[in-house]
């Protein structure tokens, strides 16, 4: 009998499996031995165990109980993660670490005691545990890290130590089914932690509604995302900053009251929010939403039912990426207080037809409204100084502009191709910069008398067929009416004294221009490439003419020049010639009788293949004209009255440069 007995215990010695080696890290004498029949991992020896990306006992699976020696100090980094028939840990008293995704996965683990020797709890080191159901953390932790529970559905409670001093974002996000937390971190409705001022987890299970506390000052980032059941948050005046993706997914949630005293909300906050219908803005000087440097995502992204957006009285920025991409946004109203609307605001916003912006706003972000393509009206109120560049680009049914903006630097509906009436205020002295480039339905505009300044590129590109620049212009900026390819008839102002470069180039449908004696500076390019251009009239006052102002002009014919002094043509360098391009020698100058041996011998002039005197009788030195009775009298150089008429028909004529009076063609010089 003892026979037997001893022959069976050698046959079931024999098939067990036991498998051992080394786990420490270097210093520590730390094993591990592993029972596949028991599925029993023991860790024993000194000191700090190994960090793994795939631990020696994982290879063979079935691992049900581990048990943490009373000498090993930390647990390493993905030690059993994925172990998913594990239910039972014993934890050593001296490990004072558990390291990064240590027990991540193991989600037949119901219940884990964490001992009092324990100080840190690392990021996601109990993440996706879908089966624990009960965790006790110990005395000794201050420290617990990003993801430490997350995704843990079993958990309904926890209870936090007094001696925490740091919660790391997501620590408990995905458990759905936490009913309270217990501890000093945990507010008076122990429904949320808080730590140095900043709410860091929340517990929803059961909750529809829900007021942040007063002492709180900064959401934390993913705090409420995915609360399904929650529909309605109160943010407090005390908040001050919400965190990236906060209440992401937050599918039910239906409507939210953001604080006054929010500066910043991070990236995405709202964002899959698919059911929220109503928002109450009341952040009085908030500075940044969602997007950063062109990173992150909207605040309200993918919120498709968003509708109304109330903002508060009190409001005096809509800060930058504020409501992007709110498709379900038909109209708002901005409210007396506020003075800035910021960058990309309203971006993408395609369903918004109506805006009215108050006469409090001075500054209008770059891209405010860009994309907003169901916006078929704007007006620009008289206070504004600044609208970003292409803050109405794409605005693709915009047909209507009440442009009242006194002083504005810079303004922004270029390329907007359906808007075809502009109507600019009485009182506005400067066209923006950029303003209307690239509006290639606008056709006809009215600029008034008050205007001093056409900006840099102001309606390049426009579909303008004629202009009238008013007396009061003293400036055409660069490129101002460039590539108005349809443009055939423009009226320089007694006024303007500067042409910028290339302020008329490519308008190839012009023919004649008449530059009047105001003007000093041509600058280069000007006229460039207007091939259609046959005359040209050059004020006595010009006295700079920079590079290729008439360049490629091919159709020229004619040039007057009435300065008797020849400004110089010629620069630097030869193709830098006023009028390289043209075939001068095809083309007929005339100047004053004096000084016709002088343009002779000057630098570029005398290229031209006439030099004739102006025949003095025929050029108009001065226009008067009635304002009661609209009765117009025309004199010429010498003051011989030459034109006397009651007809509108004659004084139309007048404003496109030149006119038939008795066979001759009279030619405008102011």
């Known amino acids: 009998m003892a026979l037997l007995l001893c022959a069976w215990l050698i046959s079931s010695t024999a098939y067990a499996e036991i498998y051992s080696g080394e786990c420490g890290a270097e210093g520590s004498n730390v094993t591990w031995k592993l029972d596949t029949e028991t599925g029993v991992l023991e860790i024993s020896g000194t000191g700090a165990m190994n960090y793994y990306d795939s631990a020696p006992w994982s290879d063979y699976g079935g691992i049900v109980s581990v048990t943490i020696g009373d000498r090993v100090t930390t647990i390493g980094n993905r030690a059993f993660r994925n172990c998913m028939d594990l239910t039972s840990v014993t934890i050593g008293k001296s490990v004072q670490t558990i390291g990064y995704g240590a027990f991540g996965g193991c989600i037949g683990l119901q219940e884990i005691t964490i001992p009092n020797s324990v100080t840190t709890i690392g990021d996601g080191a109990f993440s996706d545990c879908w089966g624990l159901t009960s965790v006790t953390i110990g005395d000794g932790v201050t420290s617990i890290g990003y993801y430490a529970f997350s995704d843990c559905w079993g958990l309904t409670s926890v209870t936090i130590p007094e001696g925490v001093t740091s919660i790391g974002y997501y620590a408990f996000f995905g458990c759905m089914n936490l009913e309270k937390f217990d501890g000093k971190l945990a507010t008076a409705d122990n429904r949320s932690l808080v730590v140095n001022d900043t709410l860091v987890a929340f517990a929803p299970s059961g909750l529809s509604f829900y007021t942040i506390p007063d002492d709180v000052k900064v959401i934390g980032e993913q705090t409420f995302s995915g609360c399904e059941g929650l529909t309605s948050v109160t943010i407090p005046e005390g908040v001050t900053s919400i965190g990236d993706y906060a209440f992401s997914e937050c599918r039910g949630l239906l409507s939210v009251t953001i604080g006054a005293g929010v500066t910043t909300i991070g990236s995405g906050v709202f964002s899959a929010c698919w059911g929220l219908k109503e928002v109450w803005f009341n952040a009085d000087s908030c500075v940044q939403m969602g997007v950063y440097n062109g990173h992150g995502d909207p605040v309200f992204k993918e919120c498709s039912s968003l509708t109304t957006i109330h903002i508060g009285a009190n409001v005096k920025r809509i800060s930058n990426n504020a409501f992007w991409s709110c498709s379900g946004l038909t109209e708002i109203t901005i409210p007396n207080s506020v003075t800035t609307i910021g960058n990309n605001a309203f971006l993408y916003c395609r369903g918004l037809t109506s805006v009215t912006i108050p006469e409090s706003v001075t500054t209008i972000g770059s891209g405010a409204f860009s994309g907003c393509e169901s916006l078929t009206s704007v007006t620009i109120p008289k206070n504004v100084t600044s609208i970003g560049s292409r803050a109405f680009s794409d605005c693709n049914s915009l047909t209507e502009v009440w442009f009242n903006a006194d002083s504005c630097t810079y303004g922004g509906f270029e390329g907007c191709e359906a808007l075809a009436t502009v109507h600019i205020g009485e009182n506005v002295k400067q066209i923006p910069e950029d303003a209307f480039s690239g509006c290639e339905g606008l056709t006809e505009i009215t600029i008034p008398n008050n205007v001093t300044t056409i900006d840099d590129n102001a309606f390049a590109g426009c579909g303008l067929t004629e202009i009238t620049i008013p007396n009061s212009v003293i400036t055409v900026g660069e490129g101002a009416f460039s590539y108005c390819t349809g443009l055939t008839t423009v009226t320089i102002g007694a006024g303007v004294t500067y042409i910028g470069e290339q302020a008329f180039s490519g308008c190839e449908g012009l023919t004649s221009v008449t530059i009047p004696k105001s003007v000093t500076y041509i600058g280069g390019y000007a006229f460039s490439r207007c091939e259609g251009l046959t005359e040209i009239t050059i004020g006595a006052g010009v006295t700079y003419i920079g590079s290729g102002a008439f360049e490629n002009c091919i159709g020229l014919t004619s040039v007057t020049a009435y300065n008797p002094i020849p400004v110089n043509l010629v ?97 405008i010089v102011r």
């Not at 020698?585 to 006439?610: I, R």
């Not at 009775?629 to 006397?644: A, F, P, R």
Request: contains cysteine; glycine residues 8%; charged residues 30%.
């Open 571 to 667: 620069n630097e360098y030869e193709e830098d010639n006023a009028f390289w391009g043209v075939d001068c020698s095809k083309c007929t100058l005339y100047v004053p009788a004096e000084s016709v041996e002088l343009y002779k011998a000057a630098e570029g002039w005398k290229e031209f293949g006439k030099i004739l005197p102006i025949d003095e009788s025929s050029a108009i030195t001065e226009t008067r004209q009635d304002k009661a009775d609209g009765h117009v009298t025309v004199y010429n150089l010498q003051g011989v009255l030459v034109l006397e008429t009651d007809d509108a028909a004659d004084l139309k004529t007048l404003q496109n440069g030149a006119y038939i009076v008795n066979g001759k063609k009279m030619i």
